[in-house]
C-alpha cells in the first residue's frame, strides 16, 4: 500500500457521501416513492403550470366597506333604531338617523362597534370608512389570505406537492407539478380563480316586478343591486345590495345528492352567529325570496316558508358533481377577499419536460464522456486520476442538491454540465504545472508538490470570482436562474475538494508506485525524469 | 501526448496594436448593432405569450398563420417554426390577466382544424414583471463586476483590476453584438448565460494574471512586455486546452441541448472564444499600456516582505523577552 494521508481520505469520505446522498435522487421515478431527501425536478423538466399572480387589492377594500355596511345594518336593527339610506357610496358607509333621541345610542354603538373607522358626522347624516392603518391591513390581509386559501385549496384538490408562496410583498408563486391533461389545468386555474364569494341577500320585493326595465343606476339609487342567474343569463333579480351574511360565518361545506332528484347540491353550515342571523331574518321574511349569491351570480332564490333554524343551507344548481366538489372546496377553504391575477405564467407539457430531460442527460453524457477520454489520451495515468475527481465531483453535486432538498431545473442541468468544463480546467492547470517541473528535471515529489503549489493560487483566484458571481446571481435571480446559478456555485466548491484536495492526497498515495521510468504513462509527457539536466 | 512544450516565448506584445485595432473594431461594430438593430427582447424582459404547439407530423405552418392573423386579439403574433419541423411556436405581445381560460383554451379552440397538435408550453409574462426582471438583471451585472473588482484589486494590484474589467467589457460586448446580429431571443437563460461569460471570461484573465504575477517576481527582464510573453507563453497550454474542453462541452449542449438552452449555448460558444482571446490579446496589453513597472513592483513587493519580516523579528524578540 502506498502512503495514506488525510488528503485522501477526506476524499473517500466525500465521494462516499457524495454517492450515498445522491442514491434517492438517482433512483426516483415517478411511481416510486423512494425515502430519504432528493432532488425535485423543476417544472420544465416534469411539466406542470407555473403562476406568479398578483391580488387586485382595491376590491378587498370595497368588500371591507360592504362588510362594514352589513354588520352596521345588523347592529342598527339589533338596537331597534330607525334609519334611512343606509347605502355605499364609493369608499364608505353612509345613512341617516330619522329620530334625534337616537343620536346618543348610534354615537355609543359606533365607538364600540367601529371605533377602528373613521366616522364623519353631519347632523343626522353618518359616513363611516376605513382609516389608513385599516386599508394597509386589509391589504396586507388580503395577500396573506389568498395564499392561505389558495395553498388550502390546492392541498384539498389533491395533487402532488403544490407550492403556493408569497413573493416579494403583494405577489404569490404558484407552482403545481405532474399536471398531465388540459382538463385538469383548467379545473386547477378555476379553483385558484374562484373568489368563492357568498352571500345571502333579500329580493327587494317591493320592486321586483320591474326588474327588468330598470337601469343600474336606478338600481343603485335605491340600495338595490341586479343580478343574474347562474345557468339563465336572461333571469334577473333585483336585490338589497347590503347582504344578509356572507360566506365568512360559514364553517363547512360539502358536495352531495338531492335526496328525490338525485341531482349534485352543495351543502354548506353556517356558525352560530350567522345561524342566527338567519333564523332572525327568515322569521321576518316569510313569503319573502332569498338569494344565495355566489361570486355575484344567483343559484338560487327560494321563497322563504317558515323559519330556518340551525344554520344548514343547501344549494342546487344546475351543476355537475365535479362542479359541485370544487365550488365545496372553495367555499370550505374560504373565499379570497380580493380576487387574484396573473402576472406570468408558464405551463409545460409532461411530453415535453420529458423531451428536456432526454436532451439535457444526453448532452451531460455526451459532453462528459468526451472530456473523460480526452483527459486520458492526453495525459494518461493523470488523467484518470482527474476523471475520479470528476465523477466524485458530481455525486458530490447531487448529493449537497438532495440534501438542501434543491429542485433541478433545464438551466440548473447546463450549471452542472458547466460545471464539469470548470472543474476539468483545475485539474488542466495542475497537471500542466507538473509538466512544467518535470521538464526543468524536478524529482517526482518536489514536482508534485511545487505543481500544486503553483496552480493552487491561479485556480483558487478564479473560482472565487466565478463564485462572486454566481452568489450574486443567486441573491439577484428569479426562478431558472438561481437554480443556474445554485448549481455552479455547489459544483465551484465541489471541485475545490474534489480536484485539489482529491487529486493531491490520490498523488501522495501513489507516489511510491509512481515509476520514475514510465512518465509517458504516468503524465503523458515524452520524457522520462532526470534523463536531461535541468536547463 | 503533449501538444504545446515551452520552447521560447512568443512575441505576442509584439503584435499588441495590431490585435488591439481587431478588438477595438469587434467592440464598435457590436455596440453599433446593438444600437441600430438592438436587442430582440422575449417575453421574459417584454411581457406576453408564447404558445409552443406540437403537431403529428410536419405543422402546416403557413395554414396556422393565416388562422392566427384572422383573429384580431392575436393581430401581431408571429409564427415560426422551432426546431424540429413538427413544433411551432406563436409569439404576441398580449398578456392576459385572467386565470382561466387564456391562451391555451384560446389557441387549441383557433387551431382545431390544423391537425392533430398538442400544446407543450405557454409561457405568458405580464409586462411589469418583464420590467422587475430587467432590473434585476442589470441590478446582477453591476453586482457581479463591483464584487469582483473588489476582490481582484485586494488580491493583485488596481491595474490588473482594471484591465480585467476592459477585457470583461470587451466579451460581454461582443457577445450580446452577436446577440443583436443573429436576434436571438433576449430571455432569462441568455442573461444567465451573459453572467457566465462575465465568470468565465474573468477565471481565463485571473489565470493569465496569476502567471504574470508569478512572472514578475521569477522573470530576471524588467520589461513588462517581455515578461508578459513569457508568462502567456507558459499558460497557453492550459488556456488551450480548458478553452478547448470548456468549448467543446458546451458545444455538445448547444447541439443536443434542445431548443430551449439554443440560445443559452450559443451566447456561451461565443463567450468562450472572446473570454479566451481577450485574456491574451485584451486584458495583457493593457496591463502593459497601464504603465506598469516591474521594478516599481519588485521595490514594493521587497519592501513589504521587508516589513513583515521585521514584525517577525521584533516579535520574536518581543516573545523571547528581549525588548
Known amino acids: 500500500m502506498g502512503n495514506l494521508n488525510y488528503r485522501v481520505v477526506v476524499f473517500l469520505f466525500a465521494f462516499l457521501f457524495g454517492v450515498v446522498f445522491s442514491i434517492p435522487s438517482l433512483t426516483q421515478s415517478a411511481d416510486s416513492n423512494t425515502t430519504g431527501k432528493k432532488i425535485t425536478l423543476g417544472l420544465d423538466l416534469q411539466g406542470g403550470l407555473h403562476m406568479l399572480l398578483s391580488v387586485k387589492t382595491e376590491v378587498a377594500l370595497e368588500s371591507k366597506i360592504k362588510s362594514m355596511g352589513t354588520s352596521l345594518k345588523y347592529n342598527l336593527e339589533d338596537a331597534e333604531i330607525v334609519y334611512d339610506a343606509l347605502k355605499i357610496d364609493g369608499n364608505k358607509v353612509t345613512f341617516e338617523l330619522l329620530d334625534n333621541d337616537d343620536v346618543k345610542d348610534v354615537d355609543a354603538m359606533l365607538a364600540e362597534s367601529f371605533g377602528d373607522s373613521k366616522v364623519l358626522k353631519k347632523g343626522m347624516t353618518y359616513a363611516l370608512s376605513l382609516t389608513d392603518k385599516q386599508a394597509k391591513e386589509t391589504e396586507k390581509a388580503a395577500i396573506d389570505q389568498a395564499v392561505e386559501t389558495i395553498r388550502n385549496r390546492l392541498n384539498m384538490f389533491g395533487l402532488a406537492e403544490p407550492t403556493v408562496a408569497k413573493q416579494g410583498s403583494d405577489r404569490i408563486l404558484v407552482e403545481v ?19 368563492a364569494h357568498l352571500q345571502m341577500m333579500a329580493v327587494d320585493e317591493d320592486r321586483a316586478n320591474r326588474v327588468y326595465s330598470m337601469s343600474e343606476e336606478e338600481a343603485k339609487s335605491y340600495g338595490d343591486i341586479i343580478l343574474a342567474d347562474v345557468a339563465n343569463k336572461e333571469i334577473k333579480y333585483l336585490l338589497y345590495s347590503v347582504p344578509i351574511l356572507d360566506g365568512s360565518m360559514l364553517t363547512d361545506a360539502k358536495m352531495g345528492y338531492e335526496e328525490k332528484t338525485k341531482r349534485p347540491m352543495v351543502t354548506f353550515s353556517l356558525n352560530s352567529q350567522g345561524a342566527k342571523i338567519f333564523g332572525d331574518f327568515t322569521e321576518k321574511s316569510v313569503g319573502k325570496r332569498m338569494a344565495v349569491v355566489l361570486d355575484g351570480e344567483v343559484y338560487t332564490a327560494p321563497n322563504i316558508v317558515q323559519r330556518i333554524g340551525g344554520g344548514n343551507v343547501q344549494i342546487t344548481g344546475a351543476f355537475t358533481p365535479q362542479e359541485a366538489t370544487d365550488i365545496s372546496i372553495a367555499l370550505r377553504s374560504g373565499a379570497l377577499l380580493a380576487p387574484v391575477q396573473v402576472e406570468s405564467q408558464r405551463s409545460i407539457g409532461p411530453s415535453l419536460g420529458a423531451d428536456n430531460i432526454k436532451a439535457s442527460i444526453i448532452a451531460l453524457v455526451v459532453g462528459f464522456l468526451a472530456v473523460i477520454v480526452f483527459m486520458v489520451l492526453y495525459y494518461g495515468a493523470a488523467g484518470i486520476i482527474s476523471n475520479v475527481a470528476l465523477v466524485a465531483n458530481l455525486f458530490l453535486i447531487l448529493a449537497v ?32 504545472r507538473i509538466r512544467e517541473l518535470l521538464h526543468e528535471g524536478s524529482s517526482l515529489t518536489k514536482a508534485i508538490e511545487q505543481g500544486y503549489n503553483n496552480a493552487f493560487t491561479a485556480i483558487w ?5 466565478t463564485l462572486i458571481a454566481s452568489v450574486v446571481l443567486f441573491a439577484y435571480g428569479t426562478g431558472p436562474i438561481k437554480g443556474f446559478a445554485l448549481t455552479i456555485s455547489i459544483g465551484i466548491l465541489a471541485s475545490m475538494l474534489t480536484a485539489i484536495l482529491g487529486t493531491h492526497g490520490i498523488y501522495q498515495w501513489l507516489l511510491p508506485k509512481i515509476d520514475k521510468k514510465k512518465l509517458k504513462f504516468w503524465f503523458g509527457i515524452n520524457k522520462d525524469a532526470n534523463a536531461k539536466g535541468a536547463k | 501526448m503533449e501538444v504545446f512544450k515551452y520552447e521560447k516565448a512568443i512575441g505576442f506584445m509584439a503584435n499588441a496594436k495590431k490585435t488591439a485595432t481587431v478588438s477595438a473594431f469587434l467592440v464598435i461594430a457590436s455596440l453599433v448593432l446593438l444600437f441600430t438593430k438592438g436587442l430582440n427582447y422575449g417575453i421574459d424582459f417584454a411581457g406576453g405569450t408564447i404558445i409552443q404547439v406540437k403537431y403529428e407530423g410536419v405543422a402546416p405552418i403557413e395554414k396556422v398563420r393565416s388562422i392566427v392573423a384572422q383573429d384580431a386579439k392575436y393581430a401581431g403574433a408571429t409564427v415560426t417554426k422551432f426546431g424540429t419541423d413538427s ?11 385572467s386565470i382561466s381560460g387564456g391562451a391555451k383554451v384560446e389557441v387549441q379552440k383557433m387551431l382545431k382544424d390544423t391537425g392533430t397538435f398538442e400544446i407543450r408550453r405557454v409561457d405568458l409574462v405580464g409586462p411589469a414583471v418583464g420590467e422587475e426582471l430587467k432590473t434585476k438583471g ?9 464584487g469582483i473588482l473588489i476582490y481582484l484589486s485586494f488580491r493583485f494590484e488596481w491595474r490588473f483590476a482594471v484591465a480585467s474589467i476592459v477585457a470583461l467589457i470587451h466579451d460581454v460586448s461582443i457577445a450580446m453584438g452577436m446577440l443583436a446580429l443573429f436576434q436571438v431571443d433576449i430571455n432569462l437563460p441568455i442573461l444567465a448565460a451573459i453572467l457566465t461569460i462575465l465568470g468565465y471570461s474573468l477565471n481565463d484573465t485571473v489565470i493569465v494574471f496569476d502567471r504574470i504575477r508569478e512572472g514578475i517576481r521569477t522573470i530576471k527582464s524588467p520589461n513588462m512586455s517581455e515578461v508578459i510573453d513569457e508568462s502567456v507563453t507558459h499558460t497557453l497550454s492550459r488556456t488551450t486546452l480548458t478553452s478547448l474542453t470548456t468549448f467543446f462541452v458546451v458545444l455538445t449542449l448547444f447541439l443536443f441541448g434542445g431548443e430551449i438552452i439554443h440560445g443559452f449555448s450559443f451566447t456561451l460558444l461565443v463567450g468562450v472564444v472572446v473570454g479566451t482571446y481577450s485574456s491574451i490579446f485584451v486584458a495583457s496589453p493593457i496591463l502593459m499600456w497601464l504603465n506598469f513597472s516591474v521594478t516599481e513592483f519588485r521595490e514594493k513587493e521587497a519592501a513589504a516582505t521587508k516589513r513583515q519580516k521585521e514584525r517577525e523579528k521584533q516579535r520574536a524578540q518581543f516573545e523571547q523577552g528581549t525588548i
Open chain 2, 87 to 97: 413544433e411551432i411556436v406563436i409569439r404576441t405581445k398580449e398578456a392576459s390577466k
Open chain 1, 461 to 465: 483566484d478564479a473560482n472565487v470570482t
Open chain 1, 401 to 432: 442538491m438532495s440534501m438542501f432538498e434543491a429542485t433541478l431545473t433545464l438551466p440548473g442541468m447546463a450549471g452542472i454540465i458547466l460545471t464539469v468544463g470548470m472543474a476539468v480546467d483545475a485539474n488542466v492547470i495542475i497537471n500542466e
Open chain 2, 138 to 146: 442589470l441590478l446582477s451585472m453591476f453586482f457581479s463586476i463591483l
Open chain 1, 177 to 195: 407539478p405532474g399536471i398531465k391533461t388540459q382538463k385538469d389545468e383548467d379545473r386547477i386555474k378555476a379553483l385558484i380563480a374562484k373568489a
